[in-house]
């Protein structure tokens, strides 16, 4: 099996940075062969979940337009770990940011080979107040 997980969420005044973490690791035997696309994700109170920013295994970029400029996606392949730098924070910032994979493939010591599909963490709270 593998998780996501995030860190680095909070409570952050409007002008304010926060750097999210999401890192993946295989649990119990398994362990990680490889990452496609990790990506952060935002869901606003009453709002759909909404595209961020995406990085691809080979290190390309994208970012919704609300957040060009502002906010920064980078990995580190080592680590396995994808981090989204957020800087200049709106108040419009506030929501669950969730890290997702889009594709991981994992070899486990018993039982094998195992790729997961569109992974999902469970989400890091990012507050901006005014």
């Known amino acids: 099996q593998v998780q996501l997980v995030e860190s680095g969420g909070g409570l952050v005044q409007a002008g304010g940075s926060l750097r999210l973490s999401c890192a993946a690791s295989?649990?119990?035997?398994?362990?990680?062969?490889?990452?496609?696309?990790m990506a952060w994700y935002r869901q606003a109170l009453g709002k759909p979940r909404e595209l961020v920013a995406s990085?691809?295994?080979?290190?390309?970029?994208n970012y919704a337009d609300s957040v060009k400029g502002r906010f920064t996606i980078s990995k580190d392949n080592d680590k396995k770990t994808a981090y989204l730098q957020m800087n200049s924070l709106k108040p419009e910032d506030t929501a669950v940011y969730y890290c997702?994979?889009?594709?991981?493939?994992?070899?486990?010591?018993?039982?094998?080979?195992?790729?997961?599909?569109?992974?999902w963490g469970q989400g890091t709270q990012v507050t901006v107040s005014s």
């Open positions: 997702n994979a889009d594709r991981i493939l994992t070899t486990d010591r018993v039982m094998g080979a195992k790729e997961f599909v569109d992974y």
């Open positions: 990085i691809t295994s080979g290190g390309s970029t």
């Open positions: 295989g649990i119990i035997l398994s362990s990680i062969v490889s990452i496609n696309t």
